[in-house]
C-alpha cells in the first residue's frame, strides 16, 4: 500500500485502494487487528487532543495505519452522538493541515518503498481546487492576472515559494469561515476578478477545512441492523463505551470563572504545572489535560506558555494546542473529568474537596468562590 495513504486516508486513491485489497472491516475487527486498536487510538486522541497521530508512530506499518481510518469512522459512527462526528472531523483536519505544512516545505519525496509526502499540486487536485487557486506571480496583483498566468497552486520550477495566492470567490467564500477570525471576512480581504488573495500560510486553513467536509462526509452511518453490522457493534461495544465516556466530560467541564488562581488548582493541575515548568514532557494526555483546564476559564496561548515558563518547541506545540483547544464559545475540548484523570494515572494528592467533586473545574470554581476576593494571576505577572 501507498505510505502516502497511511497520512492522508481520506483521500480518493485510499479507499479504492482499501477496496480493491478486498480488506473487510467486518473481518478486521472479528479478528482483533492491530488496525482496530490503532483506530480507537484514532478516534480517543480526536476526542481528547484535538489530533489524529499515533503516540507512538513506530508501532504501527502503513497498512495498519491506513485500515485504522474506516475502522475510526465505523467506531464513530456507533457513538451515537453529533459531537463525536465533529470533533473527530476537526481532529482528522487538524492533523492533516500540519503534515500539509511539512510536505508543502519540503522539496525531497523521502522514498521508502513509495511516496510518503503530498505536494501542494496534489492536494489542490484531491479536491478540486487546482483550477480555483493559483500562486501570485512576481510583481504583485497586476502582474499575476496577464494571460498565461500559470495555475494549480504551485511555484514555478526553479523559483522561490509564493508568499501569496489567489483563490477564486465561489471556493473561498465556500470553505473559508468568519469564526475563524475578522481577517477572513470579504470586506478586510483584497477582492479582485473574481479572486481573494490570501497569505500562503492561509492557504493550509483552506485545505484543512476541505478536508473536514470530507471526512464528515457520510458520518454517522448506520452499523446496527445492517449485514454484519450487529455483530460488529457487540465487537466493539467496550471500546464505543470508553469513547462515549470521554464526551460525557464535555456536559461537567464547564465553569464561570475567568480568574487565574494557580493557588486553588485542583492537586491534579497544580502537579502538572509543577511537572510541565520542571521541563519534564508530559505524555500526550497529560498535557491535553492541563492545558485543556487553562483554557477552560479564558487563558491563551501568551498566559499559558508564561505560566508553564516554556519556550522553543516546546511553547510552540503548546500555543497550537491551545489553538485548537480554544474557539469563540470557550473550550471546544474540555478539561477531562476525574474519571479520566484517574484511569491515566493523572489523579495525584487527592484532598477533602476531591471527595466531593467529579471534575477538575468544579474543584476550581467551588474552591475559587469559597476564597472570596482573589487576585487574578495574569495581573500579577504583567506587573499590574
Not at 490570501?198 to 485545505?207: C, D, G, K, N, P
Not at 487565574?260 to 510541565?276: D, G, N, S, T
Amino acid at each position: 500500500m501507498d505510505p502516502l495513504y497511511a497520512r492522508y486516508p481520506f483521500f480518493e486513491g485510499a479507499r479504492e485502494a482499501v477496496r480493491e485489497a478486498g480488506i473487510s472491516p467486518a473481518a478486521l475487527i472479528a479478528e482483533d487487528a492491530p488496525a482496530v486498536e490503532r483506530g480507537k487510538e484514532r478516534v480517543e486522541r480526536a476526542l481528547m487532543e484535538g489530533n489524529v497521530a499515533a503516540e507512538d508512530s513506530r508501532r504501527w506499518d502503513t497498512r495498519e495505519e491506513l485500515l485504522s481510518y474506516p475502522i475510526a469512522r465505523i467506531l464513530v459512527s456507533l457513538i451515537e452522538t453529533p459531537a463525536a462526528v465533529e470533533k473527530y472531523a476537526k481532529a482528522e483536519a487538524a492533523t492533516a493541515r500540519e503534515r500539509f505544512r511539512t510536505d508543502f516545505a519540503t522539496d525531497d519525496d523521502l522514498q521508502s518503498g513509495g511516496r510518503t509526502r503530498a505536494s501542494l499540486e496534489e492536494v489542490l487536485r484531491e479536491f478540486d481546487l487546482a483550477d480555483a487557486v493559483r500562486p501570485e506571480q512576481t510583481g504583485g496583483p497586476g502582474s499575476a492576472n496577464r494571460p498565461g498566468a500559470r495555475r494549480g497552486g504551485g511555484a514555478s520550477a526553479g523559483s522561490r515559494a509564493p508568499s501569496h495566492y489567489w483563490v477564486e470567490l465561489g471556493p473561498y467564500l465556500d470553505l473559508a469561515d468568519a469564526e475563524w477570525g475578522s481577517r477572513w471576512r470579504l470586506v478586510n480581504r483584497e477582492v479582485a476578478a473574481g479572486e481573494v488573495r490570501i497569505a500562503a500560510e492561509e492557504l493550509s486553513r483552506i485545505l484543512e477545512a476541505a478536508v473536514e467536509r470530507r471526512v464528515a462526509t457520510g458520518l454517522p452511518f448506520e452499523v446496527r441492523g445492517t449485514d454484519g453490522g450487529d455483530a460488529i457493534a457487540e465487537a466493539v461495544s467496550t471500546a464505543v463505551a470508553d469513547l462515549r465516556s470521554l464526551l460525557n466530560d464535555h456536559d461537567a467541564g464547564r465553569t464561570t470563572v475567568d480568574a487565574v488562581v494557580p493557588a486553588l488548582f485542583p492537586p491534579c493541575m497544580k502537579a502538572l504545572v509543577r511537572r510541565a515548568r520542571g521541563d519534564e514532557s508530559l505524555a500526550g494526555h497529560a498535557e491535553f489535560s492541563l492545558v485543556s483546564f487553562l483554557v477552560a476559564f479564558g487563558m491563551d496561548a501568551a498566559d499559558v506558555t508564561t505560566l508553564l515558563d516554556v519556550d522553543g518547541d516546546t511553547a510552540e506545540r503548546i500555543e497550537t494546542r491551545v489553538e485548537y483547544l480554544a474557539n469563540a464559545d470557550g473550550t471546544q475540548y474540555p478539561p477531562p473529568s476525574c474519571e479520566t484523570m484517574q484511569s491515566y494515572g493523572d489523579c495525584v494528592d487527592p484532598d477533602e474537596r476531591c471527595e466531593t467533586i467529579t471534575h477538575p473545574l468544579s474543584y476550581y470554581t467551588d474552591a475559587v468562590r469559597d476564597a472570596g476576593d482573589v487576585r487574578d494571576w495574569r495581573e500579577t505577572a504583567s506587573g499590574e
